[in-house]
Every structure is written in C-alpha cells, then in structure tokens.
C-alpha cells in the first residue's frame, strides 16, 4: 500500500447533478425578495417630482413593490442603482453595453436593459427586478421551471434569463420553440444552457396561462 504524504485527502466523487443542484440553489438565492439597503433608506428625501440640483436628481420610483424617492447622479444607470444603492444585486452587470441581456429588468411590466437606462427614467415607473417576481418564499413558476429543467449552470446570466421569459409568455412569444429562440436572442448563456432554458419556458408557459 502506498504511503500518504501529510496533508493527503480522500478523493472525492462530485456528480453532475449534484454540481447543477448546488449551482441552481445558489442562482435561487437571487431569485427572493431582498429589503432596500439601509444606505438607501438614508437616502430617502420628502416626496415631490423629479428636481434638478446640479449634477443631482431626485426620483421616484417604484421597486419591487417599494415606493422609493432618492437622490442620484443624473448620469447613473438603473442598473447601478439598483446595485449600488438599493441593494438589488440579483440584477447583474455582464458586458456593460447591452449585449448579454444579464441586466434585464421590467420597466412598467416591459423588459429593460438596466446597464443602458438611465436612472432617471425610472422616475414615476415601477421597476421589477428578480427579486421581485417571487411571492415571499414562493418561487415564481418561470424560476421553478429553470431549476427543473437544469436551465442554468453557473447561474450568472439567469436572473436575466428568467426576467426576459416572463416577458416572453406574458407577451405571448412562447407558441414554439422558434419563436422563444427568437425572443430570448438577446440573452446570452456563456455555458449554453440553451436547450434547458427554452424547456423551462414551454412548461412554465402552461403553468402561467392556466394562472
């Protein structure tokens, strides 16, 4: 028998499925509601409408269900703002330009590239974002579909994903598998889980309109 060195450890079997289910626990960690971070309750002024003040603005907006007034830079993104004040991070920041889809969000129940809006846009809107299409610890049956159906794997670009095909059967594009190709087109998955994302669709299709 061959002597172990110090430090040595047992081999360890690691499946695949065991691999995607962490991964798809860990993506639905996104998926649930977050409160407004403390800095940006702070930040909260007295109602009124959108106010100049230099380089300055005050919105507000609705997220998630959360009246919000704060003031921002008038050059921030909603994507930034949704990060970085609110506390939203389930929204994520892939290429910055509009490309990836990892962004997405819904802007009056349309979807939005948070990294190419401006924040003020958001000023008398409600804005959506992957924690908010959950009710509390109920998953949404879109997420629900994605972790069935093994729609993720790293999980980075799946709060997009899943934003973008609530969009597709509200708005009644999931009649075939071509015709949610086509409307997913703007999302990219970097792993190519391309055939378990278009699967999850179709069953939470059902699912959503039976609802």
């Known amino acids: 028998m061959k002597d172990r060195n110090v430090g040595d450890v047992e081999p360890v079997s690691v499946t695949r499925r065991a691999v995607l289910g962490t991964g798809a626990g860990a993506a639905a960690t996104t998926m649930l509601p977050l409160p407004i971070r403390a800095d940006a309750q702070e930040g909260m002024v007295p109602p009124s409408s959108l106010v100049e003040t230099g380089t300055t603005i005050r919105i507000a907006t609705t997220v998630n269900s959360q009246f919000v007034e704060i003031d921002i830079d008038s050059r921030a993104s909603l994507l930034d703002m949704l990060r970085e004040r609110l506390g939203f991070t389930g929204t994520k920041k892939g290429c910055d330009h509009g490309q990836c889809g990892a962004c997405t969000v819904h802007v009056d129940g349309r979807t ?9 846009k ?81 069953a939470a299709a059902s699912e959503m309109q039976e609802g």
Do not use: W
Not at 134 to 139: F, V
């Open 122 to 202: 958001a000023n008398g809107r409600t804005v959506t974002t992957i924690e908010g299409v959950a009710a509390g610890d109920t998953l949404h049956a879109m997420q629900r579909a994605f972790i069935d159906h093994d729609a993720l794997q790293c999980g980075y670009c799946t709060p997009g994903q899943v934003m973008s095909a609530i969009a597709c059967v509200r708005q009644r594009q999931a009649t075939s598998k071509d015709s949610i190709r086509e409307f997913m087109s703007g999302n990219i998955c970097r792993c190519g889980a391309y055939v378990g994302i278009v699967a999850a669709i179709e």
């Open 112 to 120: 939005a590239l948070s990294c190419l809006t401006l924040a003020a």
